[in-house]
């Protein structure tokens, strides 16, 4: 396993709808690693390949030198081009095993999971860590339906791999989590979609360690 669940205790995911342009995405990310971030994950949809390409390779500056880990959504090919820390793939996107087998056993593999039985592929596939959800209801993914809390603890007790809750979590709801198992949350507008994003992610660290 190439990463440990302190680490993943606050995993913020990035939406370029909450920056106006690339250089106030940076500043976000830096805030959110020095309010307490281990993980942020660069999410781009919309860009081409080689903006994308061209934007991981400033990421993954960034993130090693505030000391996170970096992790690129779904593109194995950007993140080995880029030399970031990982790569996060869906169900729908590159397989688990697939993508272990392009990065090597030095990178780090992550899975979405909604299910036990996905958390225990993934795992057997290589992943290090498992993203479990959607948690809450969720504006950033209009087609990602809400998990019973029964599922999540099905997940974790599935795969001896540390799991993150991602979806519609919030300030206000993480204490929900608690006794589930997990080892962390996975934050997207409660982090960039906040006005003190350092403030913001410092206090979803603090909930976060009630886990």
Same mark, same amino acid.
């Given at each position: 396993?190439?990463?440990?669940?302190?680490?993943?205790?606050?995993?913020?995911?990035?939406?370029?709808?909450?920056?106006?342009?690339?250089?106030?995405?940076?500043?976000?990310?830096?805030?959110?690693?020095?309010?307490?971030?281990?993980? @942020?994950?660069?999410?781009?949809?919309?860009?081409?390949? /080689?903006?994308?390409?061209?934007?991981?390779?400033?990421?993954?500056?960034?993130?090693?030198?505030?000391?996170?880990?970096?992790? =690129?959504?779904?593109?194995?090919?950007?993140?080995? &081009? &880029?030399?970031?820390?990982?790569?996060?793939? /869906?169900? #729908?996107?590159?397989?688990?095993?697939?993508? $272990?087998?392009?990065?090597?056993?030095?990178?780090?593999? /992550?899975?979405?999971?909604?299910?036990?039985?996905?958390?225990? $592929? &993934?795992?057997?596939?290589?992943?290090?860590?498992?993203?479990?959800?959607?948690?809450?209801?969720?504006?950033?993914?209009?087609?990602?339906?809400?998990?019973?809390?029964?599922?999540? $603890?099905?997940?974790?007790?599935?795969?001896? =791999?540390?799991?993150?809750?991602?979806?519609? @979590?919030?300030?206000?709801?993480?204490?929900?989590?608690?006794?589930?198992?997990?080892?962390? @949350?996975?934050?997207? #507008?409660?982090?960039?979609?906040?006005?003190? =994003?350092?403030?913001?992610?410092?206090?979803?660290?603090?909930?976060?360690?009630?886990?």
């Amino acid at each position: 396993m190439n990463i440990d669940r302190e680490t993943l205790r606050l995993y913020a995911v990035t939406d370029r709808a909450w920056a106006k342009d690339e250089a106030a995405l940076f500043r976000q990310i830096e805030a959110a690693v020095r309010g307490g971030a281990g993980v @942020v994950q660069l999410r781009e949809k919309e860009l081409d390949p /080689g903006a994308f390409l061209e934007e991981a390779r400033r990421f993954t500056a960034l993130c090693r030198r505030l000391g996170a880990v970096s992790i =690129i959504n779904d593109s194995v090919e950007i993140a080995l &081009a &880029a030399g970031a820390d990982g790569v996060h793939v /869906g169900q #729908s996107d590159l397989e688990a095993g697939r993508a $272990r087998a392009l990065l090597g056993p030095g990178k780090i593999v /992550g899975v979405s999971t909604h299910s036990a039985e996905e958390a225990r $592929r &993934a795992r057997e596939a290589g992943a290090d860590y498992l993203g479990c959800g959607a948690a809450f209801s969720t504006g950033t993914k209009s087609d990602a339906k809400p998990i019973s809390k029964e599922t999540i $603890r099905a997940v974790t007790a599935a795969a001896d =791999i540390p799991v993150v809750a991602i979806g519609g @979590v919030s300030r206000g709801n993480i204490p929900e989590l608690r006794g589930l198992g997990l080892a962390g @949350v996975a934050v997207v #507008s409660g982090i960039f979609g906040q006005r003190d =994003i350092e403030a913001a992610a410092r206090e979803l660290l603090e909930l976060s360690k009630q886990l």
